[in-house]
């Protein structure tokens, strides 16, 4: 089957950028997504973006997709405390099914 | 997200037991999902359905059944529990007349098996 991998953990200081980085193996991805999923609580859908685009931007997050290297990061601008949660990347195949990765736990210190 | 609700929230059982996890929606939507969460293995697909006659296995069905009983309520079973089905189960709605076919989760149900 279809394997999306992601790095398990991510430490950083408060103020500073976070990249989270995902790979997967699909070639025919459709969408590409980021949830966020804080303690206790379901996967809140962050941002996606299309196959046929390579950044999004939306306030403090951009999205970069290589779909070439089948490469795709989340960068949060200013990370704040708040934006402490594990993050999974999930792509969507042309049977409109997704497929996650493990999640990466974002850690912010102050 | 309150448009999908899942009942219960945390439920300790024994080995054997029979138990039903229940996922309502208010969205409208017309298609809803069963995942089960292990620690870094993400979420994993049990069971789907994009309509109320139309039930399909994921990844990961065997031990599991579902009921659609409409297009709100779609319940996951689990016949006779044992401890590897300790997790966190998710419920999920999409709307294929969206062209994104985004999906939404509910809160969870943390489920331990004794």
């Known amino acids: 089957g279809e394997d999306v991998e992601q790095s398990l953990f991510l430490s950083v200081r408060e103020g500073d950028s976070s990249v989270i980085n995902c790979t997967y193996t699909d070639s025919s991805s459709t969408y590409l997504y980021w949830y966020k999923q804080e303690p206790g609580a379901g996967l809140q859908l962050l941002t996606y973006?299309?196959?046929?685009?390579d950044m999004k931007q939306d306030q403090r997050l951009t999205v970069l997709l290589n779909k070439k290297d089948k490469h795709l990061s989340l960068r949060i601008a200013d990370t704040q405390t708040g934006d402490s949660a594990i993050y999974f990347c999930a792509e969507r195949d042309a049977g409109n099914m997704l497929t996650f990765g493990g999640g990466t736990r974002l850690m912010v210190k102050p | 997200d309150a448009d999908v609700t899942q009942t219960p929230r945390n439920r300790i059982t024994k080995t054997g037991k029979r138990i039903m996890l229940e996922c309502s929606q208010t969205k409208g939507h017309d298609r809803m999902y069963w995942y089960r969460q292990d620690p870094g293995l993400g979420l994993r697909l049990i069971y789907y359905?994009?309509?109320?006659?139309?039930?399909n296995k994921g990844e990961i069905s065997d031990g599991y059944s579902v009921s659609r009983q409409a297009q709100a309520k779609f319940s996951l079973s689990l016949e006779s529990a044992i401890p590897n089905q300790t997790a966190l189960y998710f419920c999920?709605?999409?709307?294929?007349?969206?062209?994104?076919?985004?999906?939404?989760f509910g809160p969870g149900t943390r489920l331990t098996v004794l």
């Open positions: 359905s994009f309509d109320v006659k139309d039930i």
């Open positions: 973006i299309f196959s046929n685009m």
């Open positions: 999920a709605t999409s709307d294929q007349r969206e062209g994104r076919d985004t999906q939404y």
